[in-house]
């Protein structure tokens, strides 16, 4: 489970100033002042390796050096560290919604999460739209075995309890029953991270609508901690289906908040780092199928997992192309692969490992970066195979919504794709 939780102290007082430590993915820098011992404890029991490291120099000052990974993290003793992404500008909310497949499109809080907003406030910002879509379309109810004693007989006679518990001049029945419930995990797991949000967000404005959220469902259902295992077991149906959106924001903040639950009175330490790697594979699977909607005997196939450039041998290889598209025969007609990365130049290890791809199957293949301000895009001549396109996505230029993103993204690759194939 991502999400951790421990009870710690903190020696300085909760009213002093925490400095704030501004970095963009793949950046190092120097800090002023000593990391404390629960400092680098926390840097190392909390988070990976892929998504931040400390390193020393000659002087023992600490070094912060950062990945493909953007968010905050809030040290127990030491700075708050926010991590954003180069390539989004300020559009990386409208990313993540575009991503994440949400609906939701108006945030009444978007003139307070433009440049200079925390990540997490960005992030609660979306959650907190997605919520009140749920709740106008109302929380789904679930039936639940239920046992109890009840004064009169309710569903089915339990037998054995009632002649243990009643004996043979019983007043009350015990009694076993489907129940219509609001308990149900997902409505529990939107709850727990309603309460994980309302601990981090900086924004009055967001706390404050979290919070009226927070009471109304609590009514309803009752607060518990929940796995991110448990968000991805829930199996949705016709009528729950609007849960989608905001089941897939649940899962990405379970899976990637880190959460030291304080004594009262002192300030909370904690991390939330999300993938924008991943995040940028989302956005390209999305914007492919928007590309290639008029295609209708066409089909996409995320992951696919390849065999057949390199055989025998243990263990086997296998390859997994971002994206494969495949015709109504089955055919391969071009591979895709999505590479979050600022490069100066095209990097060889992505075009050495696209060409694997496209040997594999003898087809073309898409490149696919983040803007870069055209500096990447360029055309190559595969031999045995067909061409491979380098392709940057406008994701920098602003744009008003999730929606004229989306469709500026998949303008680009449909023109694309067209001169591929």
């Known amino acids: ?12 007082s909760p009213s002093a100033p925490v400095p704030t430590i501004t970095l963009t993915e793949h950046d190092e820098t120097q800090l002023d002042t000593q990391l404390s011992e629960r400092d680098r404890e926390f840097i190392e029991q909390t988070l990976s390796s892929q998504q931040m490291t400390v390193s020393f120099d000659h002087e023992r000052q600490p070094m912060l050096r950062t990945s493909q990974y953007v968010g905050i993290v809030s040290l127990p003793d030491g700075p708050t560290i926010q991590i954003r992404p180069k390539a989004a500008g300020d559009n990386l909310l409208s990313l993540l919604q575009y991503a994440h497949g949400t609906e939701a499109t108006t945030i009444k809080q978007e003139t307070s999460i433009q440049t200079g907003a925390t990540f997490i406030d960005i992030l609660a910002a979306l ?27 309710r569903g089915r006679l339990d037998l054995q309890q009632q002649l243990q518990r009643q004996g043979p001049c019983a007043t009350t029945f015990e009694c076993s029953y489907d129940e219509l419930t609001y308990e149900t995990p997902a409505n529990q797991a939107i709850l727990y991270t309603v309460s994980v949000l309302l601990g981090l ?42 849960y989608t959106a905001i089941l897939r924001l649940t899962e990405l903040l ?27 594979e989302d956005v390209v699977e999305r914007a492919v199928r928007g590309a290639l909607e008029s295609r209708t005997d066409w089909s996409i196939e995320p992951q696919a997992t390849r065999r057949g450039l390199v055989t025998g041998g243990s263990p086997s290889i296998t390859m997994r192309p971002d994206i494969l598209v495949r015709d109504q025969y089955e055919t391969v007609q071009f ?18 490992q696209m060409v694997a791809y496209q040997l594999t199957d003898d087809v073309s293949g898409l490149l696919i970066y983040p803007s870069q301000e055209g500096s990447l895009t360029t055309n190559y001549a595969v031999q045995n195979a067909g061409e491979l396109a380098v392709v940057e996505l406008p994701t920098r230029k602003p744009a008003a919504t999730a929606e004229a993103l989306g469709t500026r993204l998949e303008r680009c690759l449909n023109h694309r794709i067209r001169q591929l194939c």
């Open 335 to 352: 591979v895709a692969d999505a590479k979050w990365k600022t490069p100066e130049s095209v990097d060889n290890a992505d075009i050495y």
């Open 254 to 280: 379970l899976d990637n908040a880190h959460v030291d639950r304080l004594e009262r009175g002192n300030r909370d330490s904690y991390s939330l780092l999300i993938d924008m790697n991943r995040v940028f």
């Open 127 to 153: 959650y907190l739209a997605e919520l009140e879509q749920l709740i106008k379309r109302g929380l789904q109810q679930a039936y639940r075995r239920s046992s109890n004693t009840e004064d009169y007989l």
């Open 1 to 12: 489970m991502a999400l951790h939780e421990q009870t710690v102290g903190r020696s300085q």
């Open 201 to 242: 967000v900086s924004d009055e404005d967001l706390g404050q609508s979290l919070q009226r959220y927070q009471t109304r469902i609590r009514r309803r259902v009752t607060l518990r901690s929940v796995r991110v295992q448990e968000v991805r077991d829930i199996e949705l149906t016709r009528l729950s289906e609007h």
